[in-house]
């Protein structure tokens, strides 16, 4: 059996707890691979390793840290068939989904390579008579990335892209379920040139985790994952003076207007609620339809259903891929079995592929969803799209404005006035308009509002940046000996 190491100071380093915690092939429901979890002390190991490169790190110049970056993303791109394959092995989604994945994961390193012009600080000459003021931006040290097992590649460049490119140091923990990617993302980043110990990957669980909170040379941690672990890794690393970006669950919202194009509605909501079988913190979980629109928008959208090739990431004609695990599978299908006084429209536990030894749920499709269901208020994480019916577009906005998440939302309208009123008054940190998965693009930022986002700064991008960095502001004087003189008053710039 295959064992799944970690990297520390440049190298693939083997496990020593003897706690193995399995890697299962998804397609086929057998293991395939483990990790041995990181104890405290291999953990500290890699912050040790991690402290000891950041000297030497942050001393580089811009130059030479958008160099690496550059060279990373170009063996990223050759290596692009390779990750992509990794990702669908252990994750299960379908080979041109992980693809997908990784373009946008490529996006970030080419943000992150533009670091020489986006770290400029500013200048102001003569500030005061002789004086000139500045600001620079200064990495913080050793920073930690924990990981979710949805997005095995494109995440954890998310934070590392930029951290490193700032002149931080990194510690990876990604999630033990699909780990083996986080090797070959480490090793590509050696033959880019950065230095040993620059960035190091532990494999594990809780352990891990909460000695990278703990241990006092991280100085910042993030994270993606489920709301009540984002909330306790914030509330638990902030109070120990640590800077946090939390990213949490997510009930993401899309309101159909009766202007719609019922059918480009329709192909979104299937796109947006099934891609990656759900498994996405920006998938669309809820179908807002207003009024008359919602007969026909259901309709559509069970005609596309029965057109999903549902298989594993082997299958070139598959669209959608497994579940991660079984116990997770079984959890969705529980939503199903307690839908309750809602319409079960498709039910994916009756698709053929469900009876297969993989973990494997078909596309399901739940109408008339009270807002006091589990199916409404809890975070499936699962192939399984509910609607709502409203009778006006105010009820279809207080509903989102007043759930819990607040991470991504979407209108499908074709009157510009509405979609402009949407956007301005819903409570939600990405807004799609007649944009089924509005992620944003590398150089802008990703992060909800609410329960979905705990931290100010949200993540990549500018407010990546200054995640990774604190502003330093330098006041300065060269005067001539000859008139300097003690002053005790407070100085004064006029």
């Given at each position: 059996?295959?064992?799944?190491?970690?990297?520390?100071?440049?190298?693939?380093?083997?496990?020593?707890?003897?706690?193995?915690?399995?890697?299962?092939?998804?397609?086929?429901?057998?293991?395939?691979?483990y990790v041995v979890a990181a104890t405290a002390a291999e953990t500290a190991h890699a912050v040790a390793a991690a402290k000891a490169a950041f000297p030497s790190w942050r001393a580089a110049s811009?130059?030479?840290?958008?160099?690496?970056?550059?060279?990373?993303?170009?063996?990223?791109?050759?290596?692009?068939?390779?990750?992509?394959?990794?990702?669908?092995?252990?994750?299960?989604?379908?080979?041109?989904?992980?693809?997908?994945?990784?373009?946008?994961?490529?996006?970030?390193?080419?943000?992150?390579?533009?670091?020489?012009?986006?770290?400029?600080?500013?200048y102001s000459e003569q500030a005061s008579t002789g004086v000139d003021v500045y600001s620079i931006r200064q990495p913080l040290g050793v920073v930690a990335g924990i990981t979710p097992f949805n997005?095995?590649?494109?995440?954890?460049?998310?934070?590392?892209?930029?951290?490193?490119?700032?002149?931080?140091?990194?510690?990876?923990?990604?999630?033990?379920?699909?780990?083996?990617?986080?090797?070959?993302?480490?090793?590509?980043?050696?033959?880019?040139?950065?230095?040993?110990?620059?960035?190091?990957?532990?494999?594990?669980?809780?352990?891990?985790?909460?000695?990278?909170?703990?241990?006092?040379?991280?100085?910042?941690?993030?994270?993606?994952?489920?709301?009540?672990?984002?909330?306790?890794?914030?509330?638990?690393?902030?109070?120990?003076?640590?800077?946090?970006?939390?990213?949490?669950?997510?009930?993401?919202?899309?309101?159909?207007?009766?202007?719609?194009?019922?059918?480009?509605?329709?192909?979104?909501?299937?796109?947006?609620?099934?891609?990656?079988?759900?498994?996405?913190?920006?998938?669309?979980?809820?179908?807002?339809?207003?009024?008359?629109?919602?007969?026909?928008?259901?309709?559509?959208?069970?005609?596309?259903?029965?057109?999903?090739?549902?298989?594993?990431?082997?299958?070139?004609?598959?669209?959608?891929?497994?579940?991660?695990?079984?116990?997770?599978?079984?959890?969705?299908?529980?939503?199903?079995?307690?839908?309750?006084?809602?319409?079960?429209?498709?039910?994916?536990?009756?698709?053929?592929?469900?009876?297969?030894?993989?973990?494997?749920?078909?596309?399901?499709?739940?109408?008339?969803?009270?807002?006091?269901?589990?199916?409404?208020?809890?975070?499936?994480?699962?192939?399984?799209?509910?609607?709502?019916?409203?009778?006006?577009?105010?009820?279809?906005?207080?509903?989102?404005?007043?759930?819990?998440?607040?991470?991504?939302?979407?209108?499908?309208?074709?009157?510009?006035?509405?979609?402009?009123?949407?956007?301005?008054?819903?409570?939600?940190?990405?807004?799609?308009?007649?944009?089924?998965?509005?992620?944003?693009?590398?150089?802008?930022?990703?992060?909800?509002?609410?329960?979905?986002?705990?931290g100010d700064l949200h993540m990549y991008g500018p407010e990546g940046l200054q995640f990774y960095t604190r502003s330093k502001v330098v006041t300065a004087r060269w005067p001539d000996p000859a008139?300097?003189?003690?002053?005790?008053?407070?100085?004064?710039?006029?």
């Amino acid at each position: 059996m295959r064992e799944i190491r970690h990297w520390i100071d440049g190298a693939a380093v083997a496990g020593t707890s003897g706690r193995q915690l399995p890697v299962w092939d998804p397609a086929t429901g057998e293991q395939q691979a483990y990790v041995v979890a990181a104890t405290a002390a291999e953990t500290a190991h890699a912050v040790a390793a991690a402290k000891a490169a950041f000297p030497s790190w942050r001393a580089a110049s811009l130059s030479r840290r958008a160099e690496v970056m550059f060279r990373f993303r170009e063996l990223v791109d050759a290596n692009r068939k390779e990750i992509a394959s990794l990702v669908s092995q252990e994750h299960g989604k379908t080979v041109a989904d992980a693809g997908g994945e990784l373009a946008r994961g490529l996006e970030n390193i080419e943000f992150a390579a533009g670091a020489p012009h986006l770290l400029k600080g500013g200048y102001s000459e003569q500030a005061s008579t002789g004086v000139d003021v500045y600001s620079i931006r200064q990495p913080l040290g050793v920073v930690a990335g924990i990981t979710p097992f949805n997005f095995p590649a494109m995440v954890p460049m998310w934070m590392f892209c930029n951290a490193l490119v700032c002149g931080n140091t990194f510690v990876l923990k990604p999630s033990e379920k699909d780990p083996s990617v986080s090797l070959l993302l480490a090793d590509l980043l050696r033959q880019a040139g950065l230095p040993d110990g620059a960035f190091n990957v532990v494999q594990g669980d809780r352990e891990a985790v909460e000695t990278l909170i703990d241990h006092p040379d991280v100085q910042a941690l993030s994270f993606v994952g489920s709301t009540p672990i984002a909330r306790h890794i914030y509330q638990t690393a902030s109070g120990k003076g640590k800077r946090v970006q939390a990213l949490g669950g997510a009930k993401n919202h899309m309101v159909v207007l009766p202007d719609a194009d019922v059918g480009a509605a329709a192909d979104a909501a299937v796109s947006a609620g099934y891609g990656s079988a759900g498994e996405r913190c920006m998938a669309v979980s809820v179908v807002v339809a207003v009024g008359a629109v919602g007969d026909p928008l259901v309709a559509a959208i069970k005609d596309r259903i029965a057109r999903i090739a549902v298989g594993p990431a082997s299958d070139p004609a598959a669209e959608m891929g497994p579940l991660i695990s079984r116990e997770h599978r079984d959890k969705v299908a529980g939503y199903l079995a307690g839908a309750g006084g809602a319409e079960v429209v498709v039910d994916g536990r009756d698709a053929p592929i469900s009876e297969s030894p993989g973990f494997f749920l078909g596309a399901s499709l739940v109408d008339k969803v009270p807002t006091d269901s589990p199916l409404y208020t809890d975070e499936i994480f699962g192939p399984v799209l509910s609607v709502v019916r409203t009778d006006t577009y105010e009820q279809a906005l207080e509903l989102v404005n007043k759930n819990e998440y607040g991470n991504g939302t979407a209108i499908f309208t074709r009157d510009g006035g509405a979609a402009r009123r949407f956007q301005y008054d819903v409570n939600c940190g990405m807004v799609g308009v007649n944009v089924p998965v509005p992620v944003p693009v590398a150089y802008y930022s990703f992060g909800g509002w609410k329960s979905s986002l705990f931290g100010d700064l949200h993540m990549y991008g500018p407010e990546g940046l200054q995640f990774y960095t604190r502003s330093k502001v330098v006041t300065a004087r060269w005067p001539d000996p000859a008139s300097s003189t003690v002053d005790l008053g407070f100085p004064e710039v006029r």
